[in-house]
């Protein structure tokens, strides 16, 4: 190995997505960190060979017309300032909709956050031409719908269709205020998208759920350093440390 790769330091950042950025897709969204991170002169590692690529990865894609406030990448340095120095930097040259939050040096021989992805927190708003006429009677139907003990469904993937249970993914769902409150399973084994758990819900009331019922932003992202056993959640910045 050269002395780049054995000494770059990997970084874990954290942004959050608000405004018209919602309606910009994920591969565009890497494209525009590439640029972004030129644009501020972060001393960032490039691949090796014919096309040379920043060493970028991302924790968990986020679907088109969604919001966050807990959006992860990774990226690889040779060399870097304070957290609170890159941070304002990056910031500089972001358009508006997105903000970087945190900026963490990682252990050597830490996971990437692609990897580690286990759950997430995401708040559902309901648009205005779809709030419930009588809420209260939404809140009892939906706690009746999230304390049975199944919930079953058809789930359709790319590679057909299976049947699936959602309990034992759906970790948290609770009504906050008028807006409801998710936190579910996410990653490459078992990623629940929270319009599933509404589209179950509306079918269980015997009602298709409109298109654009709600605005959902994600919150948070974790990785789950318990077992089998016991699930413990941690959000994917503490892994890292501020630069000082």
Request: net charge neutral; with cysteine.
């Given at each position: 190995?050269?002395?780049?790769?054995?000494?770059?330091?990997?970084i874990?950042i954290?942004?959050?997505?608000?405004?018209?950025?919602?309606?910009?897709?994920?591969?565009?969204?890497?494209r525009?960190?590439?640029?972004?991170?030129?644009?501020?002169?972060i001393?960032?590692?490039?691949?090796?060979?014919?096309?040379?690529?920043?060493?970028?990865?991302?924790?968990?894609?986020?679907?088109?017309?969604?919001?966050?406030?807990?959006?992860?990448?990774?990226?690889?340095?040779?060399?870097?300032?304070?957290?609170?120095?890159m941070?304002?930097?990056?910031?500089?040259?972001?358009?508006?909709?997105?903000?970087?939050?945190?900026?963490?040096?990682?252990?050597?021989?830490?996971?990437?956050?692609?990897?580690?992805?286990?759950?997430?927190?995401?708040?559902?708003?309901?648009?205005?031409?779809?709030?419930?006429?009588?809420?209260?009677?939404?809140?009892?139907?939906?706690?009746?719908?999230?304390?049975?003990?199944?919930?079953?469904?058809?789930?359709?993937?790319?590679?057909?269709?299976?049947?699936?249970?959602?309990?034992?993914?759906?970790?948290?769902?609770?009504?906050?205020?008028?807006?409801?409150?998710?936190c579910?399973?996410?990653?490459?084994s078992?990623?629940?998208?929270?319009?599933?758990?509404?589209?179950?819900?509306?079918?269980y009331?015997?009602?298709?759920?409109?298109?654009?019922?709600?605005?959902?932003?994600?919150?948070?992202?974790?990785?789950?350093?318990?077992?089998?056993?016991?699930?413990?959640l941690?959000?994917?910045?503490?892994?890292?440390?501020?630069?000082?």
């Amino acid at each position: 190995r050269c002395l780049e790769e054995v000494f770059a330091m990997r970084i874990r950042i954290k942004f959050s997505k608000h405004g018209n950025m919602k309606f910009i897709g994920h591969l565009d969204i890497m494209r525009y960190f590439q640029k972004a991170i030129r644009r501020a002169e972060i001393d960032i590692v490039y691949s090796e060979g014919f096309s040379p690529h920043q060493k970028i990865s991302f924790a968990a894609p986020l679907g088109v017309g969604l919001l966050s406030e807990g959006e992860y990448m990774d990226i690889e340095v040779h060399t870097s300032k304070p957290s609170q120095e890159m941070i304002k930097a990056l910031n500089a040259v972001m358009a508006e909709g997105i903000e970087i939050i945190s900026y963490k040096l990682l252990p050597e021989n830490s996971k990437n956050a692609m990897s580690l992805v286990a759950a997430a927190d995401y708040m559902l708003q309901f648009c205005e031409t779809y709030k419930p006429e009588d809420f209260k009677s939404f809140q009892q139907t939906f706690l009746e719908f999230i304390n049975q003990p199944e919930l079953r469904i058809i789930k359709k993937t790319k590679k057909g269709e299976h049947a699936l249970d959602l309990k034992p993914l759906l970790y948290t769902a609770k009504i906050q205020g008028e807006n409801i409150f998710l936190c579910i399973s996410t990653g490459s084994s078992d990623n629940i998208k929270p319009e599933l758990v509404m589209e179950t819900y509306y079918h269980y009331i015997g009602q298709v759920m409109p298109k654009f019922a709600f605005q959902v932003t994600r919150l948070e992202v974790y990785a789950n350093m318990g077992n089998n056993e016991e699930r413990k959640l941690v959000p994917l910045e503490s892994f890292g440390k501020d630069i000082v």
